[in-house]
Nanobody, 129 residues
């Protein structure tokens, strides 16, 4: 079974930056959706950013648009999330997720957690002064 392993979390001050990585244990020959989600204590899991590997399209939540950037490296077989201008409300456990079932109608991936059935274990991001 394919496994996802996140890394790169940590503690930063407001305005700081972090880069999260998600390594995929096996190589997907076909395009697939990948996404980052986050869950803060007492809150529901929310979609942050998504993409379709090998394609140009990306999708972001309004909360992180213009501050976060999602990307994927085919040679490294890794998903990344570049986070800049971090705010205390970005504090959460961040998860990467994968969905190998690509539909022609979606060129960027969904921010709906129910669409993904492969998940990593999560990495903690804490933003505080």
């Amino acid at each position: 079974r394919i496994q996802l392993v996140e890394s790169g979390g940590g503690s930063v001050q407001p305005g700081g930056s972090l880069r999260l990585s998600c390594r995929v244990s096996e190589y997907y020959r076909r395009r697939h959706y990948m996404a980052w989600f986050r869950q803060a204590p007492g809150k529901a899991r929310e979609g942050v950013a998504a993409l379709l590997t090998g394609a140009a399209g990306t999708r972001y939540s309004d909360a992180v648009k213009d501050r976060f950037s999602i990307s994927h490296s085919i040679p490294e077989n890794e998903l990344y999330l570049e986070m800049t201008n971090l705010k205390p409300e970005d504090t959460a456990v961040y998860y990467c997720a994968a969905n190998p079932y690509v539909t022609g109608s979606d060129s960027a991936g969904s921010l709906n957690a129910a669409r993904y059935d492969i998940w990593g274990q999560g990495t903690q991001v804490t933003v505080s002064a």
